[in-house]
């Protein structure tokens, strides 16, 4: 009887290791940073800034924003390219929605005048209508799953990575290089790069 219990005792161990093993394996294929390559070189010169914080004028196209991130204040350049979208509901809109007082992210481009505050074209102004607003991500790399049910995307600064399913996109398998997206997500590791997963997404076009 003591042998049987031990041959038990010794296969269940044998299952638990294999158990592990496989465990183990299926997290290393389904991480993040094997699926897209974060360059350093472009997390610390970015091309994208951004700051978020409050419209506090508005003149002939430029909005001066003031708040916290690439810089603390800046003249947004708005024109035709410019996405202006709502954050809750990742609605397109046009410039004339934004309004002194507003509070809003601003993407803009890292060249920048001289001028103070500096001015730069912004790629995309999200409005702060909710408490969890959208981001605005622009795609360098897409790689999708090997049973095709998530798509793995970087950022243009390869500084986020956001792992999209079909819960949060229905055409997520289409996402591609030179996309631009709206990326609604609750939770995103502290890590470099960040990584999140989308909870949900709405392809710009």
């Known amino acids: 009887m003591k042998s049987l219990k031990k041959i038990a005792l010794v296969f269940s161990c044998m299952a638990l290791l294999g158990a592990g093993s496989a465990f ?5 294929q389904s991480s993040p940073l094997d699926e897209v390559q974060a360059n350093p070189e472009v997390m610390r010169a970015p091309g994208t800034y951004v700051t978020s914080g409050e419209i506090v004028a508005v003149e002939n196209g430029m909005y001066i924003i003031r708040g916290e ?4 204040m800046v003249a947004a350049i708005v024109d035709r390219d410019t996405y202006v979208v709502e954050g809750a509901s990742g609605k397109l809109r046009l410039p004339y929605a934004l309004k002194e ?3 809003v992210t601003a993407y803009y481009s890292a060249t920048m005048t001289r001028s103070m505050p500096p001015q730069s074209h912004a790629l995309a102004i999200v409005i702060e209508d909710s408490e969890e607003p959208a981001s605005f991500f622009e795609v360098a790399q897409a790689s999708l799953a090997k049973d095709g049910s998530y798509v793995t995307v970087l950022n243009t600064n390869n500084d986020v990575i956001a792992t999209i399913d079909a ?6 398998a289409k996402i591609k290089k030179g996309d631009k997206l709206l990326v609604w997500s609750s939770m995103m590791t502290m890590s470099l790069p960040a990584q999140t997963h989308a ?3 709405v392809v710009l076009p």
């Not at 183990?24 to 290393?28: F, N, P, V």
């Not at 991130?69 to 603390?72: A, C, D, E, L, Y």
């Open 24 to 28: 183990a394996a299926d997290a290393a």
């Open 69 to 72: 991130g690439s810089r603390n």
């Open 101 to 103: 007082g507003q509070k």
């Open 167 to 172: 819960n949060a996109c229905a055409d997520f």
């Open 199 to 201: 909870e949900k997404v």
